[in-house]
């Protein structure tokens, strides 16, 4: 179907890091299955040097929902907290060589989703963090975050 | 293996339609509004299809109009019992929550305008009855709209009974029959039915035909201005080919609609079966008073988009009404009206047959669905929770 790029189409088809992880250090899910989208986020953490070392993901939605959850889950692997938390919906859209535009709140999912497992790690490890960390819904209308 | 298995949204041209249509392109070419013979070849092949709407719904050739759709006819049928009602100080026009959006915008449209509309809720089965209209009927009321068969969930309403009750009352009573025709028996007299639409694509016809059928004495008001085609009611060059395979596609629809609802039912019913068998897997709509074509289920946990875009991965061609395929927010405004809640309605999923689906196409759909429905489910947090107990099943 030529709404979607071949890169959302392949993500979508194959997704990478599907599933979950029973030992997960963080776990954030965002959605809401009224609405037609939940992403739910898994994340290991290595506390020494707080890089993800791993993380899966399992999504009730559209293709986009779904090839934005594989797409974030890859750019995250690997890379430190800090880099997560900086993880943009623009990215995951440009990553996806784009998305339409009634499906770019799939993005912001993805990045909500990224976000929300970090605070769940956060949170279990008695770590702090800042107000720019606070729970998102994941509906522009509930919070002020801003996105791209 | 390459299936078709969405007819609902549109057919094939039959053959017999393209062969109808074929010698108006290019042979008989005239405007049937000019006096010379090319011309008025056009104008007896347009009349010749109107006489064959007119025999096969049991009408008069003069209460045919020809319209750009299913759409078109629809808009055109309220707006002309509106306007007659109004002029007797009736403004009140009775509908259903599940009608197509062709008559759900043009009773906003006619709400803006001052007219008061009552939708009727839409039980559990998908079938309105009579006694809901008759219950629902003001001194004030106009017009009663209900389709004859649902677009969705292919449920077929007792339309003769509704008439009934209309002509009682003295309340004209249009039905939006564009799933209908071609599809099931039609006759107007019978049914007691003073306005009806259709469609030519649903039934193997050309795109951007459409009939408005209108009772003798009932007067149209344009929604298309110009020229004095259509007896003055609907303005523009009347597109002959296009009304030329309507006619004859309506035809064989007519003449092997036995034959077709023969073949397709066992067929729907077979589908049915097996995918209700799937786990949290509900039917859509009364499993008889339906369509022979249609069948529309929930699963429960997925959503509809990604299981179109699997499906047609594996050749499938078929719809849902999921918000993300619906172009809005919600599910579609039909499962709702149902009952079904938000959740359970965004993993809906349509099949409309035809009569070129074949039994192992069947068998092919009944093979890679559950598979789709299985790799989805595992996929979802939302099936998640269902299966560890977090969430309760709706289905």
């Known amino acids: ?148 | 293996m390459n299936v078709y298995a969405d007819n609902a949204a549109t057919t094939a041209v039959s053959k017999t339609a393209l062969e109808a249509m074929l010698p108006c392109f290019q042979e008989v070419y005239g405007n049937p509004s000019s006096l010379h013979s090319p011309g008025q070849r056009a104008a007896e092949k347009l009349a010749a299809a109107r006489d064959l709407f007119a025999r096969r719904l049991n009408a008069s050739p003069r209460e045919i109009t020809f319209t750009s759709g299913g759409s078109e006819a629809d808009n055109q049928a309220l707006r002309s019992a509106a306007a007659l009602g109004a002029r007797k100080g009736k403004k009140h026009i009775i509908s259903t929550k599940f009608e197509h959006h062709a008559i759900l915008h043009t009773l906003s449209a006619l709400e803006k305008e001052g007219f008061t509309v009552t939708l009727l809720d839409i039980p559990p089965e998908g079938v309105v009855t009579a006694e809901q209209v008759r219950a629902a009927l003001r001194t004030d009321t106009c017009l009663v709209s209900v389709m004859f068969a649902n677009n969705e969930i292919g449920t077929i309403q007792p339309i003769g009974e509704i008439g009934a009750v209309c002509r009682e009352a003295g309340v004209l009573f249009h039905t939006d029959a564009v799933q209908a025709a071609g599809h099931l028996p039609i006759d107007v007299e019978a049914l007691q039915i003073d306005l009806l639409s259709l469609s030519a694509h649903k039934f193997h016809g050309p795109k951007g035909v459409g009939v408005l059928y209108a009772r003798k004495g009932i007067p149209l008001v344009n929604v298309i201005y110009g020229g004095a085609q259509e007896r003055g009611k609907r303005a523009g060059t009347e597109n002959v080919p296009g009304i030329c395979g309507a006619a004859a596609a309506f035809d064989e629809a007519c003449e092997k609609m036995a034959e077709h609802q023969a073949y397709l039912t066992p067929l729907r019913d077979k589908l049915i079966a097996g995918l209700t068998a799937i786990p949290h897997t509900v039917l859509n709509g009364d499993a008889q008073r339906r369509l022979p074509g249609n069948v529309n289920v929930c699963f429960e946990g997925i959503e509809g988009e990604s299981l179109l875009l699997l499906l047609d991965d594996r050749g499938v061609a078929a719809s849902s009404g999921s918000a993300c395929t619906s172009g809005s927010l919600d599910p579609s405004h039909v499962l709702l009206a149902l009952g079904r809640p938000h959740e359970v309605a965004h993993g809906s999923l349509r099949l409309s047959l035809c009569e070129y689906n074949t039994p192992e196409e069947i068998d092919y759909l009944l093979a890679v669905l559950p598979e789709i429905v299985s790799y989805l489910r595992n996929m979802s947090p939302v099936w998640d929770e269902l299966e560890t107990g977090r969430r309760p099943h709706l289905i």
């Open chain 1, 1 to 148: 179907m030529a709404l979607y790029s071949e890169k959302v189409m392949d993500h979508f088809r194959n997704p990478r890091n599907v599933g979950k992880l029973e030992d997960a250090d963080g776990i954030g899910e965002v959605g809401n299955a009224k609405c037609g989208d939940i992403m739910r986020m898994y994340i290991k953490v290595d506390p020494a040097t707080n890089v993800i070392t791993d993380v899966k993901f399992n999504t009730f939605g559209c293709g986009s929902a779904i090839a934005t959850s594989s797409m974030a889950t890859e750019l995250i692997k690997g890379k430190p907290l800090s880099e997560a938390l900086e993880l943009s919906n623009k990215a995951v859209v440009e990553a996806l060589d784009g998305l339409p535009a009634q499906k770019l709140h799939c993005s912001v999912l993805a990045e909500e989703a990224v976000r929300a497992a970090v605070r769940d790690y956060y949170d279990k490890n008695e770590i702090a963090y800042g107000d720019e960390l606070r729970p998102c819904e994941g509906h522009c209308d509930t919070c002020g975050h801003e996105h791209a």
